[in-house]
């Protein structure tokens, strides 16, 4: 995934009528300081809060920094390696095994939790530990859920443990899309504490953003009349990159940017994309660009903008990304971009996994024949997912949370050390 180097997000400031400060002293936790899409969500909520807020990270790496760089103050507690081999389709025995570890990690959030009102957990592993830490300090915990509990992404023991741990200590589920929301409903989860909150972009990024198309083509050795496509997300096989590899065999003389690295333990597939390309011939046109942070001068560069994944998407960054660049997006339908685009509007939507129709979309959209497609996209992206409405429902679940829990936001700020925690 890639980051953006954005300008900061506003301060969440007291609620007209309350008088005086009632900001709530929030704890973020994370179980990762990787940068996907889910943790530059959490930089943005976590700075409009910095004021009264900190953040507890189960590793030190790039959100910490980022964190720090926007005025929140970060915990970093070392979980042991036992916490961090539990995946998302992990045995019954692997998930035992990480009980200890559980327990020392909850232990060290409830110590720092004391200090706050509010504990928001960014991840399903944040989660988990964070429920015992709010039980022990009677603090409310909101969950804010950026994953569909599917069979297609997690087992059943985890979808089972995930929403029973949910409805035992979380005191709101902060929902990314209505899909997501279903999803975790017929996990088990109890959908009245369920509130949406789209992910939010700031459409400064965009308008901001300089591009030189010529002169990227140049740098990667790509001809000027060639159409320039763009997948922009880490790599990962559900992601779809080896789709839109696949879809070069119906397109003649484009190009693909392949913009994101592999993240969690997913080379080999980066490998695969690479033998892939090579074996079908069209490795001349394919360009791996790894981790970039001038995402939305790429965006822009772009002829057309492609979310490729081969399974329902619980929201769909990237394409409300697009959508803000002025360049048109083709998405696979299913889940979250269902929500996003309008197709044929807004967007285009093709089936999940079919190459020859990713190409046919692509060649209607460069064509040309949608008019004013782009400009609706923008229209729409700016009015229902930017940062302001983002922040603007989540500080509404947050405080309705506070309320529904009798916790009164304590004025004045919270302790905010930045010191790393070992686990040893």
């Not at 025995?93 to 009980?99: Q, Y």
């Not at 017929?186 to 030189?212: C, K, M, P, S």
Request: glycine content about 8%.
């Amino acid at each position: 995934m890639s980051e953006h180097t954005d300008p900061p997000a506003p301060s969440i400031m007291s609620s007209p009528g309350r008088g005086g400060d009632d900001r709530p002293r929030i704890l973020f936790v994370d179980h990762t300081a990787a940068l996907g899409g889910a943790e530059l969500y959490l930089s943005d909520v976590a700075e409009a809060y910095r004021a009264t807020a900190a953040a507890f990270l189960f590793q030190d790496g790039p959100l910490r920094s980022r964190l720090e760089d926007r005025g929140v103050p970060v915990h970093v507690f070392e979980a042991p390696a036992a916490l961090d081999n539990v995946r998302k389709g992990s045995s019954i025995g692997r998930a035992a095994a990480a009980v200890p570890a559980l327990v020392r990690v909850s232990v060290a959030i409830a110590q720092t939790a004391r200090s706050f009102d509010l504990l928001f957990a960014n991840s399903q592993k944040a989660m988990i530990c964070a429920g015992p830490a709010a039980a022990w300090t009677q603090t409310p915990l909101v969950w804010c859920l950026h994953d569909l509990l599917t069979e297609d992404h997690f087992s059943r023991l985890n979808r089972w443990v995930a929403t029973r741990w949910a409805n035992l200590f979380a005191s709101g589920v902060l929902v990314n899309s209505e899909a997501t929301r279903s999803a975790f409903i017929e996990a088990g989860g109890d959908g009245r504490r369920t509130a949406l909150a789209y992910n939010g972009i700031n459409t400064a990024l965009f308008d901001d953003a300089v591009t030189d198309s010529a002169a990227l083509r140049r740098d990667l050795g790509i001809p000027a009349d060639a159409a320039m496509l763009g997948v922009f997300s880490r790599l990962a096989p559900w992601k779809g990159q080896h789709v839109a590899i696949e879809a070069l065999d119906h397109l003649p003389g484009a190009h693909l940017l392949l913009v994101g690295d592999a993240m969690f333990g997913e080379d080999a597939y980066e490998q695969r994309l690479q033998s892939m390309a090579a074996r079908r011939a069209v490795g001349d046109r394919v360009h791996l660009l790894g981790f970039r942070n001038d995402i939305p001068r790429l965006m822009k560069a772009v002829d057309v903008v492609l979310h490729t994944s081969t399974s329902a998407e619980p929201f769909g960054r990237v394409i409300i990304e697009g959508m803000m660049a002025g360049t048109p997006v083709v998405a696979t339908m299913g889940g979250g971009p269902d929500e996003i685009i309008e197709d044929g509007e807004t967007g285009r939507l093709v089936p999940a996994g079919d190459p020859e129709a990713l190409a046919d979309a692509i060649n209607h959209v460069l064509t040309g024949e949608d008019g004013d497609l782009v400009d609706r996209a923008r229209r729409q992206a700016e009015a229902r997912f930017s940062r302001a409405a983002m922040l603007r429902d989540v500080d509404q679940h947050l405080r309705d949370v506070l309320a529904e829990t009798g916790v009164t936001p304590t004025s004045g700020h919270c302790a905010r050390p930045g010191a790393r925690v070992s686990s040893d």
